[in-house]
């Protein structure tokens, strides 16, 4: 009997962990574009810290190095996103 109720607590809790992960984003994320600088060579900064989500999870952006087309960065293009959404 408590074998019984151990597989059955484990079929929840996978239930549970796939409809959580269903839940995800997909698809084209949207970014706010006021808080981009797009820089003569065609890259980009960002002006604050800033966080987005994507189908892997959180990425957490802070000002820094800009981000450039076809650079990863939390498997995310972030100039690609941005030169799609908002030039």
Known sequence: ???RSVMFGLSVLALVASS???QQPTGQ???DCSRFTHNP????SVKQPLEL???TGRVR???GPPFKPGMSFGGLDIA???DEQCR
Do not use: K, N
């Open 1 to 3: 009997m408590p074998m």
């Open 20 to 22: 959580a992960h269903a």
């Open 29 to 31: 994320m949207e970014v």
């Open 41 to 44: 060579d065609g890259s980009w």
């Open 53 to 55: 989500f994507s189908e």
């Open 61 to 63: 952006i802070s000002p």
């Open 80 to 82: 690609r996103m941005l």
